[in-house]
């Protein structure tokens, strides 16, 4: 379908745009049905270019009248815009056009949320906003006026002339229109401010509704610290005097990185003790980087279309992911990231989703913010900087920015800088662009007379539209143990180019135990004959904290294997090596908590389905609940004394060392709870000061089919906290047990405060009923149907959410005859519904395919 589609745009078919655009000016007449966007436009030809067709996007915009060079003209409206005769050298264009905020469901353009305007442009919403060359490789100056009543009136770069009923704002640096941003409320600032590097001082505002004034301290510092980071890592310099960010209720989004102006959904910056998590916390403070990061990766240097989409966001991510680790902890980071890839990078690139990083077409861009395109982007960056070394990635990176600062350019832009800097040869590396799917690296040991040798061997399984792999440079860092335990080799890392190749290791007095893909250095599944033995002595010895804590997951996931595919029950060695580990007060809280995370029933399902059997989503449930019960029990007194020594006596801070002990704790009481009750979680429910103690506790109460006094003294006690009402209409149906999970979510409908046209509410519910797998997977089918019923239902409100909630369903080729039937079912009553957007048709007709 996506081959076929007329509408389908091809990387291989962009052409330079025939205008560019000098500078453009902008009045906004605000109304709530009828806001009129006045636009002024200077043209020029571009002398790159091949043609001289005159285009401007445009889409549901009323057409009020246009003028070139003053003269009154008529253009002509066609799909998607409007042409017209345009003279072969500078012109300014205007038009009026009037816009419909108030019924702008799909919350892109400019639209309306609680009573605030707001907009959002990226990818291709400025067209929704007035007619516009709207492609990022058109970057031009913008200059704002915006008239209401509304108390604050914002936009993009500084402050111009404000009076009675208007403000002014004029950024100075071209940028693309997916960047432009107003907004115009009745908000209030938290504000502070920032010395740059060069003495230029910065107003920096976050702006909220009255009732979230007290949520906003830990933004506003996690801003700071971005902003010195960038400076201190990068060099890079804030250039404007005042950064604004607003947070909005109703976004499809995380967040939006627009000029000076960021837009956050709510979820993603607003947070207080009482209301937010650690996790959101952490979450909010990679989020406020990640924006403020686009700054230089995404705004000062943009992408020339939107094929090269990954060249802002791989790298943003890469450096997020950067900022995490130096604020926090690099090992626990990693191994955050590494479980995210796998748990959905690894399943998009598996299934009928799967894509290259830079895809070569698309029908509907907004269906291409991936997480191959994020999560995996970053990884190519950051194999990048293994394979050129730490010095090498910082000269290619000042490179690329000095050469392409103002510009909008390519990956092989970017591949240039890092070759023109270290002197290294990319062609075959810059197939991880262009090359879908996730690579298996096969192990083979050989050990004779002193000399060890590793040969690797790499395969990528096909996916749509790619058959045949090539391969790949792939950066495997390596060391090797003694097998007393001591490291005789230390990290190196080998470079696997070829399909297969070989590497020795010679003058060594006893064969090695290898430590192999140390620190995760390349998104590729490891294929490695191992013994439980090996692996529980990587778990204990093993200096490189990500490989220690992948030897206790494949412990981990070997043992489920055999008891969802040969009936066995939990494995003792296992659990009494995981046992020394989260007993090892050497070792980092948080990091013995991600000890005590199982792999996921999804991961599993995966797993299964490679070893050639459709997984039976109710028998991995219960398997993975039967070894939890099983550490539980045998762990009991390891556990409880964790709980007891590792709480918290002092006032709530969610700096890293006392998240990392909440994690610690709350992954006790979660396993205690299955085996010795609720009396503890209750206790903590009680007690709880804080939203990180207080959730884990009604969590663990939920998970044991207690808790209801609980849930309602929540409800009671957070009605009034949309964000934290979120929680509660979430954690219901991720607790559920998988036969209640379809009616729980169906109730949860009904109930008075799920407001669904809302993506974080719609989410809150659907997200957590696909995010339970065997609920999900329940063989009635139920939550199929309810699943469809609600995207059918949203579809033509907000196609952008539905395309993507869709991919609930990708999977859906792993499992059996009765459920590949009855997805089917769905999917095809999806695909055939009459006036379906064409967002989620391209993705249903891709899962079809
Ligand atoms: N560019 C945003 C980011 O990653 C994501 C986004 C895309 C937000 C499209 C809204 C719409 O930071
Ligand atoms: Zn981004």
């Known amino acids: 379908m996506t081959q076929h589609d007329p509408r389908t745009v091809y990387l291989r078919d962009y052409t330079p745009p025939a205008y560019l655009v000098d500078e453009v000016r902008l009045t906004f007449r605000l109304a709530p049905h009828a806001t009129r966007v006045l636009s002024e436009i200077r043209f020029r030809p ?32 066609i799909e998607g815009g409007l042409t017209l005769d345009a003279p072969d050298a500078s012109f300014t264009f205007e038009a009026e056009v009037e816009i419909d905020p108030e019924n702008n469901t799909a919350l892109e353009g400019l639209y309306r949320s609680n009573g605030m305007y707001c907009t959002q442009c990226e990818a291709e919403g400025f067209r929704k906003i007035t007619f516009y060359p709207d492609r990022p490789d058109v970057m031009a100056p913008f200059h704002v006026r915006i008239e ?63 009732a979230d004034i007290d949520k906003c301290a830990f933004g506003m510092e996690a801003l700071k610290k971005s902003m010195t980071w960038d400076e201190e890592v990068y060099g890079r310099e804030y250039d404007l005097d005042v950064f604004n960010i607003v947070a909005v209720d109703d976004f499809n989004m995380g ?81 955050d990231d590494a479980m995210l890839l796998r748990a959905a990078q690894f399943r998009e690139d598996n299934g009928p989703l799967a894509h290259p990083v830079r895809p070569e077409s698309f029908v509907e861009i907004n269906n291409f913010y991936t997480v191959t395109v994020y999560e995996k982007g970053a990884e190519i960056v950051g194999m990048l900087r293994r394979l050129v070394g730490d010095e090498g990635y910082g000269k290619a990176l000042d490179l690329y920015f000095e050469r392409h600062d103002g510009q909008a350019v390519t990956i092989e832009d970017w591949l240039r800088a890092f070759e023109d800097a270290t002197g290294r040869d990319l062609s075959q590396f ?19 007379e002193g000399r060890y040798t590793l040969t690797l061997r790499q395969e990528t399984p096909p996916t749509p539209g ?106 003792a060695g296992y659990i009494d090596a995981l046992g020394r580990g989260i007993a090892d007060e050497t070792l980092d809280p948080a990091f013995r908590a991600q000890l005590l995370a199982l792999p996921g029933e999804d991961e599993l399902a995966q797993a299964i389905f490679e070893t050639g059997h459709a997984p039976d989503p109710t028998a991995i449930h219960e398997a993975r609940e039967a070894l939890r019960h099983g550490i539980a029990d045998r762990l009991g007194d390891v556990l409880s004394r964790l709980y007891d020594t590792h709480q918290i006596t002092g006032p709530y801070s969610p700096e890293a060392a006392d998240a990392g002990r909440r994690s610690l704790t709350n ?95 719609f989410r809150a519910v659907f997200g957590a009923l696909s995010g339970n797998a065997a609920g999900f997977h329940a063989p009635s089918g139920a939550s199929y149907r309810l699943l469809a019923d609600w995207l059918l239902k949203l579809d033509p409100l907000n196609p952008q959410t539905t395309a993507r909630m869709t991919q609930a369903f990708s999977t859906w080729k792993r499992y059996d005859a009765d459920r590949k039937t009855l997805i089917r079912a769905e999917l095809e009553r999806i695909a055939s519904t009459e006036g379906l957007s064409r967002d989620t048709s391209e993705m249903i007709g891709r899962m079809l395919a």
């Open 46 to 77: 571009n002398p790159d270019a091949t043609g001289r067709d005159f285009f401007l996007h445009g889409e549901g915009l009323k057409l009020i009248s246009a003028h070139i060079n003053g003269a009154q003209v008529t253009p002509e409206l």
């Open 148 to 210: 209401s009543d509304l108390p604050v009136l914002l936009s993009n770069g500084n402050p111009g002339a404000s009076g009675e009923g208007f403000a002014e704002w004029s950024d100075p640096w071209p940028k693309p229109a997916y960047l432009f941003a107003l907004v115009a409320g009745d908000l209030v600032a938290h504000s502070g401010s920032f010395t740059t590097m060069s003495g230029r001082d910065v107003a920096l505002n976050l702006w909220v509704r009255e």
């Open 255 to 335: 967040a939006m990185e627009n000029k000076g102006l960021n837009i956050f959904n709510s979820s993603a910056v607003l947070a207080s003790p009482a209301t937010a998590t650690d996790a959101d916390f952490e979450r909010i403070e990679a989020i406020i980087a990640h924006e403020y990061f686009h700054n230089w990766t995404g705004n000062r240097v943009t992408c020339r279309d939107w094929f090269q989409l990954c060249l802002k966001e791989g790298l943003t991510v890469f450096r997020d992911q950067q900022f995490t680790g130096d604020m926090r902890s690099h090992a626990v980071k990693r191994i």
């Open 430 to 448: 810059a197939r991880w662009y262009s090359q879908a799917g996730t690579p298996r690296v096969h192990v083979a040991e050989d050990w004779s």
């Open 466 to 571: 790619q058959p045949d792999k090539q391969p790949v440079v792939i950066p495997v860092a390596v060391g090797l143990l003694n097998p007393n335990g001591d490291e005789v080799v230390p990290t190196q890392v080998l470079e696997l180019n070829e399909a297969e190749q070989s590497f020795a290791f010679d003058g060594l007095s006893a064969r090695p135990v290898p430590s192999i893909l140390r620190g995760f250095s390349a998104p590729v599944i490891l294929r490695q004959e191992q013994s439980d033995e090996t692996r529980a002595f990587l778990l204990a010895h093993d200096t490189d904290p990500f490989n220690k804590w992948e030897a206790g997951r494949d412990l981990a996931r070997t043992n489920l294997m055999a008891m969802i595919q040969d009936g066995t029950g939990p494995d």
């Open 667 to 761: 992954a006790a009481l979660s396993l205690l709870s299955l085996t010795q009750g609720g009396d503890r979680a209750r206790a903590q429910y009680r007690a709880a000061d804080n939203m990180t103690q207080q959730i884990a506790a009604l969590g663990g109460l939920l998970r044991i089919g207690e808790g209801e006094a609980e849930l309602k003294a929540f409800e009671d006690q957070w009605s009034h906290e949309r964000l934290v009402m979120n929680k509660w209409f979430g954690l219901q149906v991720a607790a559920s047990a998988p036969r209640d999970a379809a009616a729980t979510a169906e109730a949860l409908t009904a109930h008075p405060a799920f407001d669904w046209k809302n993506p974080n509410r």
